[in-house]
Each structure stands twice: as C-alpha cells, then as structure tokens.
C-alpha cells in the first residue's frame, strides 16, 4: 500500500474563482505526488464508485482538495463509501499559500513533479443534488413532502436519496426547509451551513430535535428571531420550487 496521494476536486462549481482553481492546480503539480484530478467528485461518488474503492486500498491517507469536509464525509456516507485515513482541505475557506503550506508541513509532501491522473464523474452534467447529514436528519419527512421531483423516498418513516440526478440544477429548496439543517448542496455558491459547513450553533443531533421548542421556552426573543429567519427561508424555497418547475416545463416543451 502507497503512503499517501492528493485528490483534486476540479469542479470548482463556480465555488471559487477560476483563477483560484488555475492556481491550486498549478501548485499541487509542483508536488511530488500521486496527484489525481478529479472532474466532479459530487458525480464521481455517483458513478465511479470503482475509483473511489481502489484509492481506498491503494493509499493509507488521501489528502483531498475539495470544498466543506462535512460536505465530502456524508457524499461519502451518502453513496457507501469509505476513504480512510482521508483528510481535507476546504479551498473555499484556505488561500493558495495555506493550501501549499499544509501539503508541505503537515502531510509531509515535498516539491517535484506530480503523476496526474485524470477521473471524470462520465456524468454529461455537473451532479446537483442533495447529501444528507445522517446523524442530523430526524426524519420528519418534510424535504420529501416538499419536493416534486422524486428524489426521495420516506418509505418506514425514513428518509433516503434515491434518485439525485432528478435534482434540478441549483434548486436547494428543500434543504432550506429542514428544521435541522441536515441537507447539503455541496456546489451552492452562496456557503454557508446549507453548502456543508458546519451548523456551528445550529441543531447538532438527532436528540436535540426538541430544540426548536426548548428555546422557544427557555429564551422566546430568540426563538421569534429564529421564526422570523425561518419564515424567509420558507418564501425563498417557495420561489425556488416554482422555479425549478417553470424550468421543468420549458425543458419538457424542447
Ligand atoms: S433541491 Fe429541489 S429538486 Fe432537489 S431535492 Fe430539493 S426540492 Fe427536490
Ligand atoms: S427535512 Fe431534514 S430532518 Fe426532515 S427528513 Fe429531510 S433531511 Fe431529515
């Protein structure tokens, strides 16, 4: 087994700039490296499942660099795989030189010339959909209730992603309904916890699915202000939907 190797998530996603990503490229070839570019990890986890569990026996670590790791680990989680020893580097928060410096301090790797591997998803679109943060996920149901295009089902009460390619394109709509923030759109251009970064001070777990009402009760200015926001969140899912559906129709006239 080889020590360890680089995974490069190129989607960008509009999630960085493009110079931003020339320039990551530019700097992880001058490692010496197992350096494999991948075109879009979020289809590649879909359809290259093959790829992902020969890295997994080939390396001891994989350091990858991508966006939010909460957003890779339940990609992962989502589609049964596993990378152990896996490590990530979020480019949407690290500059170029944080990125450059951990390579070298932390995981060791020294300069050279990197052995590139290109792996394409072989998806013919860049793959929207959404990842579930399992461990936060009550099971309420309410993303299911709210989207019409099939990509869940809520068969025995629980929730699962069973047909994310029939996700439309830059609709998160439903993530912004789920009262745990449990849903992930990792290539959201705006961030934020809804893109994978951590919840921070939002509901943390399954048990702490009583929380809306706890703060309710124990601070109520909060809880209104947290309604207040929640009720945004509602129209702007509402608008999101309608026009997920619009485009829908003009596609299906085509
Ligand atoms: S983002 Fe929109 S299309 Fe995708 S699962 Fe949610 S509601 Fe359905
Ligand atoms: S809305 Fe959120 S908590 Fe409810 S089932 Fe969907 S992902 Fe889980």
Known sequence: ????????CNCGGGVITPEKLQQIKSSLDAF?????????FCGIVLGRKDFIRAIDRQYERK???????????????????????LEVLNFRELSVADIESKLRND????????????IESGLDV???????????????????????????????????????????????ACGRNCPTSAIIFPRLKEGGVL????????????????????????????????????????????AERRKALEELKNSNKD
């Open 63 to 85: 350091i990858m660099v991508a966006c939010y790791p909460r957003a890779i680990k339940n990609l992962l989680a989502q589609n049964d795989l596993e990378l152990s020893g």
């Open 107 to 118: 995981y060791s790797f020294t300069e050279g010339k990197a052995a590139e591997t290109l």
């Open 32 to 40: 010496d490296a197992d350096l494999y570019q991948l075109d879009d």
């Open 1 to 8: 087994m080889s020590k360890s190797c680089i995974l490069f």
């Open 126 to 172: 860049p793959a929207w959909y959404p990842v579930i943060d399992q461990p936060l996920c009550i099971d309420c149901g309410k993303c299911f209730k709210f989207c019409l295009f099939g990509v869940y089902t809520f068969g025995d009460k629980q929730l699962k992603v069973v047909n994310p390619l029939a996700c439309k394109n830059n609709c998160p």
């Open 195 to 238: 893109a994978g970064a951590e919840p921070g001070t939002e509901v943390k777990s399954k048990g702490l699915a009583a929380d809306i009402n706890m703060i309710s009760t124990l601070n109520q200015r909060s809880a209104l202000r947290r309604n207040i926001f929640r009720a945004g969140l509602v129209e702007q899912a509402e």
